[in-house]
């Protein structure tokens, strides 16, 4: 088996030390070599072609944004952020600037907490070779480029609304390469939507809500980070809170948030499974899931309690994906209705949901 080769990037010589420690108690993977801030970093990723770089944000000379905008524009690799969680703002433009996935430090001190980061680590290093970096080079190439993506508003004209069912509540589930997909989904409202959305974002405590205010910023819904007791309202997306699970409950006056601890089996949360189960519970045929990239096989169960409700179900398609795991586990279910890539999925959202042409989403 092929081993994974590292550079590891941050101005703290401790945690150079001690995340090449970690990552040299993962089977296959070779530190092969470090740096203490971005300048060293590019001639370090260009001399040693690693497999993947890990990187801190905040270092002299050159910084990990200025890394990244170089690297990815250049000669794209798979780039792990490991950041302190009160950078919550920094991590987000991290990922839009392409990396692809990011972990939080305990303390942004020297500290021996960053220990704790240690099977997080593990279990994204041993993803990268599941990597879509074709899609990753697609998508720094249209950013150079200057030419937008997907289009920034979808015209509620080019919609057929021939469906017969009403959606009240679509539910979107993500991990891996989720942010800068929710964000890109999120922009096509031009008007606060017909339905409500829950979004499930594999993210840990004190990311989500910043995330949560980053997606209210690019779109006419509005877009919050969950609280329990939170009521069900059209035009509004509610965030699971990283660390938490957030499920939804029937009331004589009408639906509202949950957030509970999540069971010790559960492995990635907050809960896909969890939300969509839940979810088909009280809305039934009226519900859309959809399973956005993602490592793992978080939402597999949920769709199948989505469509045996009586609701939808799309899956993001390879091409798009950065992490194919989580839509191919719910397509080899068979309960999934279309397979969309990133670029049609809002579109497709707002045929499912049987939004008129005379609507003003």
């Not at 690019?218 to 877009?223: D, H, R």
């Not at 919050?224 to 938490?244: L, N, S």
Request: hydrophobic share 45%.
């Amino acid at each position: 088996m092929k081993k994974i080769r590292i550079v590891v990037i941050d101005d703290s010589a401790y945690n150079r030390r001690t995340i090449t420690k970690m990552l040299e108690t993962i089977h296959n993977v070779e530190v092969v070599g470090y740096a203490c801030d971005g300048e060293e970093g590019i001639r370090k990723i260009v001399d040693l072609k690693p497999d993947l770089a890990t990187l801190d944000l905040e270092m002299p000379k050159m910084d990990g944004f200025t890394l990244l905008r170089i690297v990815m524009g250049s000669f794209p690799i798979p780039i792990i952020v490991i950041s302190s969680k009160s950078g919550d703002s920094q991590v987000f433009k991290a990922l839009e600037l392409g990396a692809v996935d990011f972990i939080a430090k305990p303390t942004g001190r020297i500290s021996e907490e960053i220990l704790k980061i240690s099977e997080d680590l593990r279990a994204k290093v041993n993803n990268v070779f599941n990597l879509n970096m074709a899609w990753i080079k697609k998508r720094e190439t249209i950013k150079v480029a200057e030419s937008p993506l997907f289009p920034d508003k979808i015209p509620a004209k080019s919609f057929s609304g021939h469906l017969t069912t009403k959606v009240d509540m679509v539910a979107i589930g993500a991990s891996t390469g989720g942010p800068p997909a929710l964000q890109n989904i999120f922009s096509a409202f031009s008007a606060p939507a017909p339905f409500s959305v829950a979004v499930c974002q594999h993210m840990p405590a004190g990311f989500t809500k910043g995330f949560a205010e980053r997606l209210n910023r690019s779109t006419a819904m509005e877009v919050r980070e969950a609280c329990d007791g939170d009521r069900v309202a059209p035009g509004v997306a509610f965030v699971a809170p990283g660390g938490m699970n957030m499920v939804f409950q029937p009331t004589k006056d009408g639906t509202v948030v949950r957030i509970v601890e999540p069971s010790t089996q559960e492995r990635f949360i907050p809960s896909v499974d969890a939300m969509f189960d839940s979810l088909a519970a009280v809305f039934g045929p009226r519900l859309l899931a959809v399973v956005l990239t993602g490592m793992g096989n978080d939402g597999s169960r949920g769709v199948r309690a989505v469509k045996k409700a009586g609701g939808q179900v799309l899956a993001e398609a390879e091409e798009s994906s950065i992490v194919f795991g989580m839509p191919r586990e719910a397509i080899a279910t068979g309960v999934v209705d279309k397979v969309a890539s990133l670029e049609k999925m809002a579109r497709e959202i707002f045929i499912r949901c049987g939004i008129s042409q005379d609507s003003d989403c």
